[in-house]
């Protein structure tokens, strides 16, 4: 195999896993796979975490070896390696002697701003930082409430956390369970980490535990494994604060009933629990709903998008940051302003075109202007976040548009009126919204997901063949998305 062929069946054998596990099951354990290289008998790919690794070998490896095997007969086996650890390897002999004379200066490297509300890219914790967190997540230090930007998108939600950090242990808040909802690079996880932080600086006996969901469904499979789950299940339960992060991620039904349990006997015993997610929890279809019930009896809190004014605030205190980190660096206020004005998604978007134009400044040597700032910013300025879809949503235009009820659309019949719109339905349900083909399969009369894998296939055919038809479901897109 070539290295070009190589990677073009890499990306069918992406593709295959998006469709048959679903995009929300791709994006958390596949998304951060890279192909590294074949080799006969053998692909290897690799992961930036150990814990990835772990995973992905634990439960998707049959998976991974059969699709790379249907694509390649040759395909034996599949090596699973750590990113860092493979490509930080000095060489093991120099063959040409050191030059003696002077190096050239080196380029100045950028240092970049912390990204203070945004989730943190972690290296992995130290024994102590594993301790302190009672072998739950790593928490970032510079996630502060002293660094988190309040404003009125998220001024609400800060007092909330602010209050939990500082209850006493066992005195029950009006905030139990806690639940934070928001889109990406809104200060959910910066939140969650604050009070982890906080809650241990007011009193150090107190048992604090930050745990994303992928992790904690990591522990609860290995404690199986090691048949070791009697003791997982009450370690976790002798918590006096547990802040659970990322809760759309949570998959498997045996592992939703324990954290269900878990989530039970924390609130009953007085203990606090928080827990942040990319969406209300009556919209985590693929949760329990048992444990959506549990959360929506606490309170819940939405972290909106930023304004003008909470704008401002961030990029003012990662410029000060900057500033300390890089001397000499110089973005003019009119720039800043202008960052502001245009880039309006979200936080991390925001220090993430500040983290651009120093890097702008450092590698060009040149002063950043509001002509450079515009060219380099380009992709991020008016970039907001695509309004959230719902299936509801999608049957419902559906159903209009062709004059057949919802429940037509759900029930068995197979008549030509029905089973076309009910397939395009499906199509749109699975390009418009990031639910996975089973789920989808849930939301259509429990039908399953090879029913609706076949729909999107066939639409896709019909559509190349039918440009009448290609217009109609275009022109329902736009309908859905206004």
Known sequence: MSGRADAVLWERVKTRLRTELGE??????????????????????????????????????????????????????????????????APAKVDKPVATTAAAPAAPT??????????????????????????????????????????????????????????????????????????VGRGKTHLLHAIAQAARRADPSRKVVYLTAEHFMFRFVAALKNQSAIAFKENLREIDLLLIDDLQFL???SVQQEFCHMLNALIDGARQVVVAADRPAAELETLDERVRSRLRGGVAFEIGSPDLDLRRDILKSRYVIAQSQNPGVDVPETVIEYVAQSVVSNGRDLEGALNRLVAQWQF????????????????LVGASEPRRVKIEDIQKIVSRHYNVSKADLLSSRRTRTIVRPRQIAMYLSKTLTPRSLPEIGRRFGGRDHTTVLHAVRKVEEMMQGDQHLAEEIELLKRMIDE
């Open 364 to 379: 060009t040597n040149q002063p950043v202007t509001m002509s450079s700032a515009e060219i380099t910013l380009r992709d």
């Open 110 to 183: 950028p240092t970049f701003i912390p990204a203070a509300s945004a989730a943190p890219v972690l290296a992995p914790a130290s024994p102590a930082r594993a301790e302190a967190d009672g072998a739950g997540s790593p928490v970032d230090p510079r996630f502060t409430f002293e660094t988190f930007c309040e404003g009125g998108a998220n001024r609400v939600a800060y007092a909330a956390a602010r209050a939990v950090a500082e209850t006493p242990a066992g005195r029950p808040t009006p905030y139990n369970p806690l639940y934070l909802h928001a889109g």
């Open 251 to 253: 998959q498997g039904k």
């Open 24 to 89: 929300d099951v791709f994006s958390s354990w596949f998304a951060r796979v890279e192909f590294e290289g074949a080799d006969g008998a053998s692909v290897n790919l690799s992961v930036p975490t150990r814990f990835l690794k772990s995973w992905i070998q634990s439960h998707y490896f049959d998976k991974l070896l059969g699709l790379w095997t249907a694509e390649v007969d040759s395909v034996r086996r599949v090596e699973l390696v750590v990113r860092g650890a493979v490509r930080a390897r």
